[in-house]
């Protein structure tokens, strides 16, 4: 079983829609990150959670430690959104961060 | 802003030939790390360091791998023998004391022929 999961796969979404991407983990973490890998292949990082909510203009990011979920949304959706977005788990009293599937997000105009 | 940098941004190379890839680190970071995608797959943990010295290391960085601070301002992976296989993205992070959150540079994607 991997240890971060996301879902869905692959997401495509029209022009202004509210879009969530969910991750579950297995392991136990001292901060969850949401990543935006754009299609020549950099990473960005968005947030880094531990507890609650984390809000940035159009994304939004929760995080329930109980039941090991995070989801990111996006709200009023564009085409600029329109990239991977891997979730990573960064394990406890360890360094090494451990990266969901990714989540692939088309919006189409 | 600050931010990782890494060059080459890419590479092309032979089977059996030496990389050496670099990141710049940001300024105050003490923390850093490799990581590799290869084409279509996930991004995987290679390696973290600090205080010049290895902290933790994945099963996948195997002898053929190093990594190296060699100045003030550098952060290196090299590849000692380069295999088919390690055809893939390669991307630093760095982190500040806290290792609340890690900052990617933009990756040096890596072909070996």
């Known amino acids: 079983k991997n240890e971060v999961e996301q879902s869905p796969q692959n997401l495509t979404a029209q022009e202004g829609e509210f879009i969530t991407i969910n991750c579950s983990y297995s392991v136990g973490i001292s901060a969850l990150h949401w990543l935006q890998q754009h299609p020549g292949g950099g990473i960005v990082s968005l947030f880094m959670l531990s507890s609650g909510k984390k809000k940035h203009g159009r994304l939004i990011a929760t995080i329930n430690i109980q039941e090991k979920h995070s989801s990111l949304h996006i709200t009023a959706s564009h085409p600029r959104d329109s990239a991977v977005y891997i979730c990573a788990a960064q394990k406890t009293s360890y360094d090494k961060v451990i990266f969901g599937p990714g989540t692939s997000l088309s919006v189409i105009p | 802003e600050p931010e990782v940098t890494q060059t080459p941004s890419h590479q092309v190379t032979q089977m059996g030939q030496e990389v050496i890839l670099r990141c710049v680190p940001i300024?105050?970071?003490?923390?850093f790390y490799w990581y590799r995608q290869i084409l279509g797959q996930k991004v995987e943990f290679l390696v973290s360091f600090y205080n010049n010295e290895i902290s933790e290391k994945s099963e996948i960085f195997d002898d053929q791998f190093s990594v190296e601070r060699p100045d003030g301002s550098n952060f290196t992976l090299k590849i000692r023998s380069t295999k088919l296989e390690d055809s893939a993205m390669y991307f630093c992070?760095?982190?500040?004391?806290?290792?609340?959150?890690?900052?990617f540079g933009p990756g040096t994607r890596l072909l070996v022929l």
């Open positions: 300024s105050n970071h003490l923390y």
């Open positions: 992070a760095s982190s500040d004391t806290t290792r609340q959150t890690q900052y």
